[in-house]
């Protein structure tokens, strides 16, 4: 890998962060906005575009490596962006050559995930583990597997779909077409379900507590309720917990990789849930991985994208 | 990978293989012969080193690269064995530096599951495609990871136990110590479990036909029972089907693979379970990977172990 400054870029739904990133892994000229009321592809690569020459601009005219994380659907080896949700217009764009030719760089592209999972395997939480896999707790569950310092991608790109390991054949239809995914139970809107299978008297208990309807048991709602001493939202922090080891003791049986970064807003609440996915890890595997299963809180927030994005951008 | 011949050694439990095989994948001067018993490290060692020597002598002499899969924990990078339930006494055994010690060749050991999965992707039902995953069902599930022609190792070397992906978290503890692993129900002893879930009369019916107790329940017998034109047995052949798909599923949906092919015994089966795992994993991953996901059935039998262990000796 090459030890240069290079600029990452994390592009968004809503915005756009860009930023200088030095060989020691330092961010510097950061830049944030919101991504323009077009959403083409040719002006979304021209706002990137416009943001990496102004950086560029200010480092004395010197090209640098870019990468590049976006949402979507991502061919990293060929730079292109097959579909994204954010982005509905965009089919098959060649997103990697149409920055490149408004900035005049190198450029890299990856899905977001990965490049978020690669900044924090290898900058943030992950740092000093040769493997390690990303699971992004948000209103799904994102994720991303880095080995030995890359990110794996499986045949068609989409490795690291982890909230969809199964973890109840015959739950309910997930997004993905599929039933019982991880992400239904592990993942911000996990509690609506997780209290729907509750006894009556005690969801209608618990539901009473929060002055709430059961579509509204969001986690900040079920932290509050934590705090203020409710038993069964402690329970339920407890099952969210038991789902999310048992997603990970697959992940360790299938792939020996002994290292998991966790990360999303719900890491608010990580000593809620940490311990019990813990134990249930270790209840779903062979025992004596105990000493060596590391569950960590992911360190980078908001930077590990454009970290990743710089790291990615170095791999050739 | 150099392109020479090499030796392909594979350690059973009973039996030992060991055979040259040429540049091209063909499979020459076979030797198969009992384990002595004399179980040591030392004693087998010294017999895999003759055989070398024999098929060495053959080739006038020529110090070929040598590979080995070994059943047990083993250590590739180290050349060391940890432990093998095959042969007790081994505790960290330098194996590999052992056998070279014997024979004047450079020897390169594995597991023995991840050298067959080598040898099924690389030379048999997944050669062509990028990525693949093997599932050996036996009494329970073998099986390795080989990305781009290389075995995944994971961090501690025993990637690949896909037989342990948690297919219902409830489930009866397995030998792994955890619980609701595929192998209890996709594998030679799932029957025994299947069949206890039946409503009684319809067990008992089962069993009547088969004119045998729940613990005889064999993939033979049922094989048998289904050529006969039982109905509840061609039920739990697809209820073994059906959960050989959700593990299936489990996998595509994290490595991103769509290449899976599939070995051991009950695959003389083939055609009562094929389909209904087929329709499985597609029941629980995104709908559009059906024109793309493969399971193949393993083509190369015994072979596979001694190939497999052939290409590793060269993959340096």
Redesign the interface.
Known sequence: MKQVPAIGVDLGGQNLRIALVTPAGIVREGIQLPVGSDRSAAAVARQIGEGIRAIVAKEGGVRLPVGCGIPGIVDADQGLVHASPNFPPWHDEPIASMISAECGCDVHIDNDANLHALGEAVRGAGRG???TVMLTLGTGIGGG?V?DGRV???????????G??????EGPVCG??????LELYAAARGFRLLASRLPSAERDALLAAAGLDLSALTPEVMARLDDAGERIARQLWQEFG??LG?GI???V???????FVIGGGITRSWERFQEEARRSAL?????HHAE?LRLLRAELGEDAGVLGAAIHACAE
């Open positions: 583990h040769r493997n597997l080995f794996f991608h499986g045949d068609a790109g989409f490795a690291g779909e982890v969809h390991i199964v973890v109840e054949p993905c077409g599929g039933r019982g995914c038991r789902y048992i003791a697959t992940l049986n299938v792939l020996g990789v002994m290292t209840e779903h595997t062979y025992p060596r």
